[in-house]
């Protein structure tokens, strides 16, 4: 089945230090890749839209200077949390879409990362 | 209003009972539906994923989905310790790609 590894699963940041996030598809071409945030108790929110090669499409209210997005390659999608502060402590998670007919797979998520920023 | 609404529980069951877990919409632009299963720190799960309405088995889960009521379900039979986990609804109108979340569900199933 399809496999998408998230690395690192955890991680603890000084604040003002900048993050990054791997998210890449093992057994697969992701066309497009999509990153949530998820408080505790609280859903997925997702965060932007990252098709590869092209520039990423954010959410209303989430600052793309902030949370930068790159999707280099059709396996690997970063996103790299900028000057982060402790309101930026979350659960981030990667999704990837296998194919365009997303009908018989779904999408696949990531095991997510835990941001804490002291 | 949230586009998807989902009760978050916590819903307790003792082990073996049928648990009915559901989802209600407004959006019927809405085609795809999924379940999920997250446990605690992890990814969501693909469970179980329907296209427009009915219904679809798959061991123990059921999923149903009813678009002129804009309502989504899933039944676990016979429900297992191993079970207890949040369960997510998420939908879909299948142009955007973009998937929308319930709040989730968390479920226990107590032995």
């Known amino acids: 089945g399809a496999v998408v590894s998230q690395h690192p699963s955890r991680v603890i940041c000084k604040s003002g230090t900048s993050v990054k996030i791997e998210c890449r598809s093992l057994?697969?071409?992701?066309?497009?890749m999509f990153w949530y945030r998820q408080f505790p108790k609280q859903s997925l929110m997702l965060m932007a839209t990252?098709?590869?090669?092209?520039?990423?499409?954010?959410e209303q209210g989430v600052e793309k200077d902030k949370f930068l997005i790159n999707h280099a390659s059709l396996t690997l999608s970063t996103l790299t949390v900028t000057s982060a502060h402790p309101e930026d402590s979350s659960f981030y998670i990667c999704?990837?879409?296998?194919?365009?007919?997303?009908?018989?797979?779904?999408?696949?998520f990531g095991s997510g990362t835990r941001l804490t920023v002291v | 209003q949230k586009e998807v609404e989902q009760d978050p529980g916590p819903l307790s069951v003792p082990e073996g009972a049928i648990v009915s877990l559901n989802c209600t919409y407004s959006?019927?632009?809405?085609?795809?539906f999924m379940w999920y299963r997250q446990y605690s720190r992890k990814g969501p799960e693909l469970l179980m994923y329907?296209?427009?309405?009915g219904n679809k088995e798959d061991g123990r889960f059921t999923a149903q989905v009813d678009k002129s009521s804009k309502y989504i379900s899933l039944f676990i039979r016979d429900s297992q310790p191993s079970d207890s986990a949040t369960y997510l609804c998420?939908?879909?109108?299948?142009?955007?790609?973009?998937?929308?979340f319930g709040q989730g569900t968390t479920l226990q199933v107590k032995p």
């Open positions: 329907t296209y427009s309405s």
């Open positions: 998420a939908m879909c109108a299948g142009n955007t790609g973009k998937l929308i």
């Open positions: 959006n019927s632009a809405f085609q795809y």
């Open positions: 999704s990837a879409q296998r194919d365009r007919e997303f009908a018989n797979y779904g999408y696949t």
């Open positions: 990252s098709n590869e090669g092209s520039k990423a499409t954010y």
């Open positions: 057994d697969f071409q992701a066309t497009t």
